[in-house]
């Protein structure tokens, strides 16, 4: 297959990884990168010898792009998707894929009405080790899975970052990392059947949220705690453990390991290597786009990782349990 033109619409601190990580996908061609703000967009084409643009119509006319990473701020995931989908491009969008259902409920709906590909960045399922985590669980190897751990924490100053204006960011460390933790999860274990969530003490002098526990239920009694906090770390090797009557499973960042009940140890995998899973992730969507291979996140994930979110800041709200319908897509 022939090279989509691509290009990258925000140069915030991700794009450069992705960038980085374009260097071994054969089915784009980086042709342009975008962003109002002219010094850092013209810096960073520089750098990549790629034409910068601050107009999106400036970028459509000159590169004549054919799909489209939109790393923009969320608040701007729904117009600038909108729009490319309007001008003919598939899209790739950053996580959060919207602040909120019926944002993304339009996405998806510009994305069929234009007949092409809408989808969000998800690089865990991209991660190698996580894969076969998966495929170890549902071969049975940890028996009848009782409780999963997932932790996204570090502690990193968020003062005049966009991800802690709620303006921007539509929220803080939840809305920020939530959607990791909420795709990586169903993906192990299935649709979320509900969700309760307490909000930490505000460490960092923020108007968002710098510290949220999350509880996750699923079908089969299975019980997911996911830790999120930008003001902590827990200084662990494992991002992911779940535990089963038959052995415990860990995912770390340096490697995985599968213990036995049996006493049985086995290592697998060679951690989380984050250049390698954008890049993979780069590579499925432009076989998506091309129409050569089919889409890892369904409508429904899409969705999901926005409706779970919200019920966590419903549960965050009203201090209770909340239900979850993943069905209403």
């Known amino acids: 297959m022939s090279a989509l033109r691509f290009a990258i619409l925000g140069t915030g601190r991700i794009a450069s990884d992705y960038l980085t990580a374009l260097e071994g996908v054969p089915e784009l061609e980086l042709v342009g990168l ?6 850092v967009v013209q810096a960073l084409g520089e750098r990549w010898a790629v034409p910068a643009f601050t107009l999106r119509e400036d970028l459509f006319e000159h590169t004549a792009v054919e799909a489209v990473l939109v790393a923009a701020p969320p608040a701007l995931h729904e117009e600038l998707s909108v729009d490319c989908l309007a001008r003919g491009a598939h899209v790739l969008c950053e996580k959060p894929l919207a602040l909120d259902s019926g944002s993304g409920l339009r996405m998806l709906e510009a994305a069929e009405q234009a007949n092409l590909t809408l989808t969000m960045s998800a690089k865990f399922r991209h991660v190698p080790d996580l894969i076969e985590a998966k495929a170890r669980i549902e ?48 993906y192990l274990f299935g649709p979320v059947q509900w969700v309760d969530a307490v909000e930490g003490p505000r460490i960092q002098d923020l108007e968002v949220e710098d510290s949220v526990r999350l509880c996750l239920g699923f079908a089969g009694g299975l019980v997911a705690r996911v830790d999120l906090s930008w003001s902590f770390s827990t200084f662990d090797d494992w991002y992911v453990a779940v535990h089963g009557d038959q052995g415990s499973l860990r995912l770390g960042w340096r ?40 889409a890892l996140l369904a409508r429904e994930d899409l969705m999901a990782s926005i409706r779970v979110v919200e019920a966590a800041y419903a549960s965050l709200e009203s201090g209770r349990r909340v239900e979850i319908l993943e069905s209403a897509t």
């Open 255 to 294: 490697g995985s390991l599968l213990q036995r009940r049996d006493g049985t140890r086995q290592e697998f995998g060679v951690g989380y290597r984050k250049i390698q899973a954008l890049g993979r992730q780069l590579s499925h969507f432009g076989r998506l786009a091309a129409g050569k291979e089919e």
């Open 34 to 39: 975008c962003d109002p703000r002219q010094e």
């Open 139 to 186: 071969s049975g190897q940890l028996g009848r899975m009782a409780i999963a751990d997932n932790v996204f924490a570090s502690s990193v100053s968020m003062a005049g970052r966009w991800n802690s204006d709620p303006a921007i960011g539509g929220g803080g460390v939840l809305m920020d990392n939530g959607t990791h933790s909420v795709d990586l999860m169903r």
